[in-house]
């Protein structure tokens, strides 16, 4: 088995995490993609984005992620990851929200997603809300986006 494999055996075994993650993105998912590998977001939208400086952020609604924060050597990252298997599938196009550049994204899993997506209102009230904290700190540039 090869170390990967291990880890995603591993990572199976978590919790699904059902939920809003975000991951930094250079523009639009435009057509269905499977994940080949595990693939980090964060629960924290300023993480994902490097403090709003990505060109744009995916908000991916999670049905089978795992949150691994609590095992991260950086907890702060609140890191969720999406598991090999599992596609992602845009749920419209991209779209300004709060000043930030969003697309949302189903993670699917066995043909089926699980969760709705979230109106706009909650979405520009969690990046409103993450805004207020003032910037992240960010100690793995480059892992979420």
Not at 52 to 66: K, L
Not at 74 to 92: F, G, K
């Amino acid at each position: 088995m090869t170390d990967i494999a291990a880890l995603v055996a591993s990572l199976e075994k978590l919790p699904p995490y059902v939920g809003l993650t975000w991951r930094g993105a250079l523009g639009a998912l435009v057509a269905s993609q499977p994940l080949a590998g595990p693939l980090p977001t964060s629960r924290d939208v300023r993480i994902a984005s490097s403090n709003f400086s990505a060109p744009a952020v995916w908000a991916v609604v999670s049905s089978a992620g795992r949150d691994i924060a609590p095992l991260s050597m950086d907890p702060a990252s609140q890191e969720v990851v999406l598991l090999p298997s599992s596609y992602l599938t845009p749920a419209d196009g991209l779209r300004d929200l709060a000043g930030v550049v969003v697309q949302v994204v189903l993670e699917v899993r066995d043909g089926t997603p699980v969760g709705d997506v979230p109106p706009d209102d909650v979405l520009m009230s969690a990046i409103e809300s993450a805004r207020a904290l003032g910037p992240a700190r960010i100690s793995q540039p480059g892992r979420f986006g």
